[in-house]
């Protein structure tokens, strides 16, 4: 029991530590987090340990937003002081999975931070380099037709693509397809407007891919 509770104990020193080596002597402040800890370190002596566990978890429920530096030191600190990744997901209210990371991004990189931003959402089936060879493809063939745009960037891939995905690609690039606008006719005959609608619709079948000025 004894041993557990000064577990408790280093965790919290350990933290508060870290917490200050991240922010800096001349740049720290107390935040209320930090008072937490500190009434928790002041109490020791006479609350049982699962007082302040409790105490920890209040301090650090973080589910649904990311972690400041002060709660990553505490994740560092515990896993420093040897408390094991499920105890310190417990501890900090945080997922086995945040834990891991935050451990390993300190390990890794020097730093606890584990940076969220461009890791929201799917990721693009199509990355730059296959970006910039599509564009090089369209500017080398201004006459092929989506199909064979979409052929050519599935050369060569593990996972081929579909032509709504390089269509999406090539909108995003500024390219768009040509369609031939059918013009009057001389005569007005509904026979001359009807072929010329037909040719239209040909040349829009036969797609050519262009960007716009």
Do not use: W
């Given at each position: 029991?004894?041993?557990?509770?000064?577990?408790?104990?280093?965790?919290?020193?350990?933290?508060v530590l870290f917490y200050i080596t991240l922010a800096?002597?001349?740049?720290?402040?107390?935040?209320?987090?930090?008072?937490?800890?500190?009434s928790a370190l002041k109490s020791t002596a006479t609350?049982?340990?699962?007082?302040?566990?409790?105490?920890?978890?209040?301090?650090?429920?973080?589910?649904?937003?990311?972690?400041?530096?002060?709660?990553?030191?505490?994740?560092?600190?515990?896993?420093?002081?040897?408390?094991?990744?499920?105890?310190?997901?417990?501890?900090?209210?945080?997922?086995?999975?945040?834990?891991?990371?935050?451990?390993?991004?300190?390990?890794?990189?020097?730093?606890?931070?584990?940076?969220?931003?461009?890791?929201?959402?799917?990721?693009?089936?199509?990355?730059?380099?296959?970006?910039?060879?599509?564009?090089?493809?369209?500017?080398?063939?201004?006459?092929?037709?989506?199909a064979q745009v979409t052929e050519s960037v599935n050369?060569?891939?593990?996972?081929?693509?579909?032509?709504?995905?390089?269509?999406?690609?090539?909108?995003?690039?500024?390219?768009?397809?040509?369609?031939?606008?059918?013009?009057?006719?001389?005569?007005?005959?509904?026979?001359?407007?009807?072929?010329?609608?037909?040719?239209?619709?040909?040349?829009?079948?036969?797609?050519?891919?262009?960007?716009?000025?």
């Open positions: 029991m004894i041993l557990r509770h000064f577990n408790v104990v280093l965790v919290i020193l350990f933290s800096g002597f001349e740049s720290y402040s107390v935040s209320p987090q930090s008072c937490s800890i500190t609350q049982p340990e699962e007082d302040l566990e409790q105490i920890l978890r209040g301090a650090l429920m973080v589910r649904g937003r990311d972690l400041s530096d002060f709660e990553r030191g505490v994740i560092v600190g515990a896993r420093m002081a040897g408390v094991s990744v499920t105890k310190a997901a417990q501890l900090t209210g945080v997922s086995i999975g945040t834990v891991t990371k935050v451990t390993a991004a300190y390990k890794t990189q020097g730093k606890s931070s584990v940076s969220r931003v461009g890791n929201c959402g799917r990721q693009r089936s199509l990355g730059e380099h296959d970006a910039r060879a599509l564009v090089q493809f369209v500017k080398k063939n201004r006459s092929a037709t989506l050369a060569g891939r593990s996972h081929s693509v579909s032509a709504r995905t390089v269509r999406r690609q090539l909108h995003r690039e500024g390219y768009y397809k040509e369609v031939t606008v059918p013009r009057a006719s001389a005569t007005g005959s509904p026979e001359d407007c009807g072929n010329r609608e037909a040719e239209g619709h040909s040349d829009d079948v036969a797609t050519t891919v262009d960007q716009t000025s």
